[in-house]
Nanobody, 121 residues
Framework: QVQLVDSGGGLVQPGGSLRLSCAAS????????MGWYRQAPGKQRELVAA???????NYAGSVKGRFTISRDNAKNTVYLQMNSLKTAEAGVYYC???????????????WGQGTPVTAAA
């Protein structure tokens, strides 16, 4: 059974940094895209950053230059380094795996349980 477990959220002052991690577990053959989404209270979940298995990245315009997404394909792990965090970027950050191919076959889309991020003085 495939699971995504994300971690690393917490409280940080505006302008501070956090590093999120997400590890996919289970018998996995490959994962095409891994990414991070943010959901603020009362708002829809939105893409923050994503990275494909060959290293192509996609960022929300508001985080370009401050956030960096990376992954370790051998460990099925994705990271999000967040610098110069803004108060408005608080919310629950969810890890996402798209095009997940288990060894048993099939192809699926999975979410982590979410890790909260708060940027406040």
């Amino acid at each position: 059974q495939v699971q995504l477990v994300d971690s690393g959220g917490g409280l940080v002052q505006p302008g501070g940094s956090l590093r999120l991690s997400c590890a996919a577990s289970g018998s996995i053959r490959s994962i095409y895209t891994m990414g991070w989404y943010r959901q603020a209270p009362g708002k829809q979940r939105e893409l923050v950053a994503a990275i494909t298995s060959n290293g192509s990245t996609n960022y929300a315009g508001s985080v370009k230059g401050r956030f960096t997404i990376s992954r370790d394909n051998a460990k099925n792990t994705v990271y999000l380094q967040m610098n110069s965090l803004k108060t408005a970027e608080a919310g629950v950050y969810y890890c996402n795996g798209d095009g997940v191919v288990p060894i048993a076959g099939g192809r699926g889309h999975y979410w982590g349980q979410g890790t909260p991020v708060t940027a406040a003085a």
